[in-house]
């Protein structure tokens, strides 16, 4: 494509104001880039041009178009955004400085920076397809022009489009463009394996050309003799697809039988469904092969039957049987919104569904601010591999592979997700973790009080369940931690012999400005956290300069609470597992928050030269809460026995959390470790009472640390 008249030529679904504003934009692009060459050596505008032509190529407005003509011209010319604002409008001046921005990325081979191109990319898309519409036309044609440049920049970018741009093309839809990309990156790549595989093609081509040719009179015959209208034609397969199937089977080119394949396009659903049964009864299909993409699209909207034959000579046939409005969808993907205007439903869903798709890239984006997570959540949504399940009422739900009842949750409603306590796999209860495969029907149940369980992280697999999961939790925890901050800080005021409440809005606006726009929930939450000290916030809202007060005054103040319902703000300590009824002492860690200690543990020993972090608290005796401790029992080793401990303690009320065993070989005894939940002291003394009558056990006591 050298001259405007080509493009103009192209461009008869605009209108005639349209039409002379491209042209304008050609003009502007034409004397911005006069005397740039590309590396071919021809003048710089052919490229814009050809970028133009393929988005002309897709209908795309008036505003693509221009935004493709002008797609260098900000990084490589004098002029500026504002300049194309001024002659062509807002938004075709915002594509361009989106363009111009992905332009920018350069692709590092290191992971992080590679993750932040893809995260910046998609962004750009969620907030205008067209960017990444006329990016991809940019790359397809850069991608043609390879063999111009310079091996070490052939390289890079050909990598760079096997790994970004073909894998967005193909969340798109754009399929055309996809298998092109695709590939030219091999071909630049692997020059040598792309040239072997060719010829290879070329050759089976040849070898079976008759066969070809029969299978698909035989196909047309049948499909006339069933008063199916229907257009057969022949498919050969992009090579990078049939070097992926190679690779990921180990299979030589000769086992690689299905490079042909043949599509039906019919005239509407029921004759695709009629049509599969025609040939059906021509040759028989392979059993498991079938795949109804009609009543299940792809997440890019891509529909079809699919199945494959034993046909003759003992060739298995591939067939994709669809309707007309399938067809333009499967090889246009979004782009058929420009494409066919119609308002076709199909091309409407597609859309509307792209749109949502982009829409919930935005939401990962803001809850996930760095990019090798975000990278990861939205991976399984480029590099799908889908299992379907079906709700209790018989709606099916695409999930990735690998998704849990979580991910099924999460993917019904966000509430379902934070609330949900237990899952139904197939009418059984079934662990939260568990995979979901193909078919399974899916109950989630939900509590009013459930919350999100941080060790889900380990297991779910949607971006969507993963961010939702984080958000809560960040929440929850700022919220408890500001609520143990405002208490931390109100012992310390009264320390001081203030009450919070005589602290005035002006002394708090101050604290505020001097602590670079926090708000007051903020610097609650950084006491809670043990960001800040309590004391320390204390004195500044009370403006005291002088020296800290004698030592310890703070206890005068009397203790902090603990109920044990604070949340995630107040830790009890693992190494010694304090109870209600224990004597125990508080310890501020930074970044943590409070955690709770019992008076003698050999941790807190340690600290006590830290007075400032080291906080008086004792238990509120009206708690109701169930606490966890640790017991060690010495048992004869007989069966039945882990039982009848289970049973004792369930008897006296408590729970167990987790057991582990020692069992030494050949000895009669076997020491057991429980972490049990109890209410208080006087709990457990009951619970330890009930085990001691067991004949079996043979010694307990409770373990610390
Ligand atoms: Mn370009």
Partial sequence: MTDLAELTEQLSYLKPDDIALVRAAFELSKSAHDGQMRQSGEPYITHPLAVASILAAWHLDAQALIAGLLHDVLEDTPVTKPDIAAKFGKQVAELVDGVSKLDKLAFQTEAHAQAENFRKMLLAMARDVRVILVKLADRLHNMRTLVAMREDKRLRIARETLDIYAPIANRLGLNKIYQELEDLSFQFLYPNRYQVLEKAVKTARGNRREVVAKVKEALTHKLADAGIDARVSGREKHLYSIYKKMQEKSLTFSEVFDIYGFRVIVKDVPTCYLTLGALHALYKPIPGKFKDYIAIPKANGYQSLHTTLFGPFATPIEIQIRSADMHKIAEAGVASHWLYKSGEPGVNEMHKKTHQWLQSLLEIQSES???????????????????????????????????????????????????????????????????????????????????????????????????????????????????????????????????????????????????????????????????????????????????????????????????????????????????????????????????????????????????????????????????????????????????????????AGSNIDNVAMEEEDGSIYASMLFTLQVENRAHLANVMRGLRKLPEVVRIARTKG
């Fill in 369 to 651: 601010g760095d990019a090798a997570e975000f990278l990861e959540h939205i991976k399984v949504d480029l590099f799908p591999e889908e299992v379907y399940v079906f709700t209790p009422k018989g709606k099916i739900m695409a999930l990735p592979r690998g998704a849990t009842p979580v991910d099924f949750a999460y993917a019904v409603h966000t509430d379902v997700g934070n609330r949900c306590v237990a899952a139904k796999i197939n009418h059984e209860l079934a662990p939260l973790r568990s995979e979901l495969r193909n078919g399974d029907q899916v109950e989630i149940i939900t509590a009013a009080h459930g919350n999100p369980n941080p060790s889900w992280l380990n297991f779910v697999s949607t971006g969507k369940a993963r961010s939702h999961i984080r958000h809560f939790l960040k929440t929850m925890q700022y919220e408890e931690s500001a609520a143990l901050g405002e208490r931390l800080l109100n012992q310390a005021l009264r320390a001081l012999g203030v009450q919070h409440s005589d602290v005035g809005d002006a002394q708090w606006d101050k604290l505020l400005r001097e602590n670079s726009g926090k708000t007051k929930r903020e610097i609650l939450a950084d006491i809670g956290l043990g960001k800040r000290l309590n004391i320390v916030v204390a004195r500044q809202l009370l403006a005291l300069h002088d020296a800290l007060p004698e030592e310890r005054k703070l206890v005068a103040a009397g203790p902090i609470t603990i109920r044990g319902s604070e949340g995630m703000a107040v830790q009890f300590a693992k190494c010694c597992r304090p109870i209600p009824g224990d004597p125990i002492i508080g310890f501020i860690k930074k970044g943590q928050g409070l955690v709770v200690h019992t008076h003698d543990c050999p941790h807190i020993a340690k600290a006590r030269g830290d007075v400032d972090k080291l906080l008086d608290v004792e238990w509120d005796p009206g708690s109701r809460k169930m606490f966890d401790v640790a017991i060690k029992l010495v048992v004869a080793n007989q069966r039945g026995v882990l039982a009848k401990i289970a049973a004792t303690i369930a008897e």
